[in-house]
């Protein structure tokens, strides 16, 4: 059972994207600067470390978080939108007057016995 997965509008988004950047990957950091919601950013430009755990893929792009927030996320199913508006972020939906926000919801008990 995949615990990221990411809307029909979100995904088209990220195509579009997509279409003028090298290999994107969408990071939720729990820190500053939007830190909470998922940022789509190029890979190339962005620093994978051993604290940044792989949840799955959404749209064909990787999806990390920060080891400390995944600590809070843990017991949840992620599901990544869009929505109007412009966060404080670098990610790169922000220049569309879009930005991308998490819903979670907590696993079942299946759920959790299968993770």
Not at 10 to 20: L, R
Not at 68 to 89: E, F, M, N, P, V
Request: net charge negative; aromatic share 8%.
């Amino acid at each position: 059972m995949p615990k990221i997965a990411i809307t029909e509008k979100a995904a088209e988004i990220a195509h579009q994207v997509q279409q003028n950047h090298s290999e994107l990957i969408f990071h939720q950091s729990g820190g500053c600067c939007d830190g909470s919601s998922p940022m789509l950013l190029e890979k190339e430009d962005f620093y994978l470390d051993e604290s940044d755990i792989l949840l799955g893929t959404v749209a064909g792009i990787n999806f990390y978080m920060n080891q400390d927030q995944y600590a809070y996320w843990k017991h949840t199913h992620l599901t990544i939108d869009i929505t109007q508006g412009r966060g404080s972020s670098f990610s790169l939906e922000i220049p569309l007057g879009l930005r991308f926000l998490v819903h979670s919801r907590l696993l079942t008990e299946e759920e959790l016995a299968e993770s």
